[in-house]
Structures are given as structure tokens and as C-alpha cells.
T-cell receptor, first 111, second 114 residues
Framework: EDQVTQSPEALRLQEGESSSLNCSYT??????LFWYRQDPGKGPEFLFT???AGEEKEKERLKATLTKKESFLHITAPKPEDSATYLC????????????FGAGTTVTVRA | NAGVMQNPRHLVRRRGQEARLRCSPM?????VYWYRQLPEEGLKFMVY????????ESGMPKERFSAEFPKEGPSILRIQQVVRGDSAAYFC????????????FGQGTRLTVV
């Protein structure tokens, strides 16, 4: 069965302490990989879509990269407002509408 | 340009009652997707609808759950005879056509069954 695994489950960072989140998948045929941010009590907020190995996308302090079996979300010099749960989702080649989500990584950035 | 609108934001139902969750897609979007987020779990796909059609309901529980997206009005996710295990956050996303490249979600409806 296709699976999406995110690690670590939780990450506590000091303000300015850069780190990376991992999303690995066992999908036979990846169409796209999505990253979202979710704040408590809110809906997922779209961040990036990556389609092919080697692709990179950036937004402010966030940078997402994609390889054949995993994706990384790098947080550079995080601020307390970057505290959130970051969700990864994959979309299969055989299905152009369904997203399969990982359980998420909860990031807490202390001032 | 308003985003995906869901209401109510919070819904409390007693066991055995019916819950109706509404989703108005983004302007110009005619495809709607429902996801469920159980406590401590990731979002799970439930159903994909196009105006007046159910395209894929493979993620919907076989009993008590139904969804529709009429020609006029919002998409409705209906849960009959709710049980405690139905307590979750239900999210809706929309797209202008088939195929999702940037899926935008609503703020969700948090259903609590007491």
C-alpha cells in the first residue's frame, strides 16, 4: 500500500536555528508532492507543489526539495511565527485529484 | 476573491442525530473534494464531486455518510445517526477542473458528537 511518512513527528527549534523536515513516500508513480502549513483550528494552507526529482521551490524562509523517494522542507532562520504543523501529501500518476497525506510534523519555534 | 467557505465552523451533535456540513467552493470552481482529519491522524480523502456528479466516493464509509454537489448551492456532506467516532475535522477543497495542482482548503467544520 502506498504510504507517506513524515519525520520527525515534532521539532522544537530556537529562533534562528535552521532545520529540515522529511517526507518519504512509497508511491509507485508520483505525479506531484504537496506541502501545506496548518495552524491549530485552521485549514491546511498551500505552500508548494513539486513534480520532478531535483525540483526546488522557495517561499520566504521555506525551501522544498524533491528526490525520487523523499522530499525535504528546509526552514532557514525560523521565527516564532513559523510555528505550525507542516503536512506533506502525494498525488499518484494514476489519480490526478486525490491527495494522500502524511501525519505531519509539528514545529515549535521559541524566541 | 473569497476562498473555500465552510459552515458551520463548529457543530455539536448528540449520538443518533444528523450532521450537515456545507462547502462553497472558490468562485469559478466546479470540483469539490472532502477530507476528514481524525484526532492525531492525517487528512484522509473521502469523496470527489463535480456539479451534480459523484466522481469518486472510495474514501466514504459505506453507511450513514453521503455527499452531494447540486447544480445550485453548496456541496453538502451528510452524516446520519452520528456516533462518537465521527468526531473529527472535515475539510473541503476545490479546483476549477479535474486535476489538482494547487489544492486550496477551507477552514473546516469541527464536528463533536456527545
Amino acid at each position: 500500500e502506498d504510504q507517506v511518512t513524515q519525520s520527525p513527528e515534532a521539532l522544537r527549534l530556537q529562533e534562528g536555528e535552521s532545520s529540515s523536515l522529511n517526507c518519504s513516500y512509497t508511491v509507485s508513480g508520483l505525479r506531484g508532492l504537496f506541502w501545506y502549513r496548518q495552524d491549530p483550528g485552521k485549514g491546511p494552507e498551500f505552500l508548494f507543489t513539486l513534480y520532478s526529482a531535483g525540483e526546488e521551490k522557495e517561499k520566504e524562509r521555506l525551501k522544498a526539495t524533491l528526490t525520487k523517494k523523499e522530499s525535504f522542507l528546509h526552514i532557514t532562520a525560523p521565527k516564532p511565527e513559523d510555528s505550525a504543523t507542516y503536512l506533506c501529501a502525494v498525488q499518484f500518476v494514476s489519480n490526478d485529484y486525490k491527495l494522500s497525506f502524511g501525519a505531519g510534523t509539528t514545529v515549535t519555534v521559541r524566541a | 476573491n473569497a476562498g473555500v467557505m465552510q459552515n458551520p465552523r463548529h457543530l455539536v451533535r448528540r449520538r443518533g442525530q444528523e450532521a450537515r456540513l456545507r462547502c462553497s467552493p472558490m468562485k469559478g470552481h466546479s470540483h469539490v473534494y472532502w477530507y476528514r482529519q481524525l484526532p492525531e491522524e492525517g487528512l484522509k480523502f473521502m469523496v470527489y464531486l463535480q456539479k451534480e456528479n459523484i466522481i469518486d466516493e472510495s474514501g466514504m464509509p459505506k453507511e450513514r455518510f453521503s455527499a452531494e454537489f447540486p447544480k445550485e448551492g453548496p456541496s453538502i456532506l451528510r452524516i446520519q445517526q452520528v456516533v462518537r467516532g465521527d468526531s473529527a475535522a472535515y475539510f473541503c477543497a476545490s479546483s476549477p477542473g479535474r486535476g489538482v495542482t494547487e489544492a486550496f482548503f477551507g477552514q473546516g467544520t469541527r464536528l463533536t458528537v456527545v
